[in-house]
């Protein structure tokens, strides 16, 4: 029996240097949470999908509950982990979170629905990724970068 197929676009989520900056305290994990959840509120018909290394320590249940109710509901998941992965395309060889993105997206019947990552690591998808969203590590989603990503975000949902 197949599963039935996915038609919303998806978004790609990474944590740290996207929803905080990366390696700061503990304290300030998820202080640009409240952002995300607003972009993502701009693009309704979006759906979430976990891409965060903080996917390998919890589950999505847990991860889940870091999120307004609304958004958290919209969050279909996780991406496997790289070393999980059979039959990785040649040319995704060594950009592990693309290779995750694309297994996702195969395993849930999702390849032919658009696709943005938010990362802040882009050597870890092909270089030119035009499915890839880069945030500045150090500082995360940002205001001054908020227009870019609703951008991003609104011609997702526009394909």
Request: hydrophobic share 45%; proline share 8%.
């Amino acid at each position: 029996m197949s599963m039935p197929s996915i038609e919303a676009p998806i978004v790609f989520l990474d944590f740290d240097g996207v929803l905080h900056p990366e390696f700061c305290h503990e304290s300030k994990h998820f202080c640009r949470l409240p952002l995300m959840e607003d972009l993502l509120r701009q693009a309704s018909t979006c759906l979430v999908v976990i891409s965060s290394t903080w996917r390998l320590q919890a589950p999505v249940e847990k991860l889940r509950k870091h999120f307004s109710p609304d958004i958290a509901e919209r969050i279909l998941g996780v991406t496997p982990s790289y070393p999980e992965l059979r039959d990785v395309p040649n040319t995704l060889l060594g950009y592990h979170r693309q290779a995750e993105c694309r297994a996702w997206l195969w395993a849930n019947n999702a390849a032919h629905v658009p696709w943005l990552a938010v990362d802040d690591r882009p050597w870890l998808f092909m270089p030119f990724c035009g499915s890839l969203f880069v945030t500045n590590g150090l500082e995360g989603v940002t205001e001054g970068i908020a227009p870019q990503l609703a951008a991003r975000l609104h011609q997702l949902t526009s394909l």
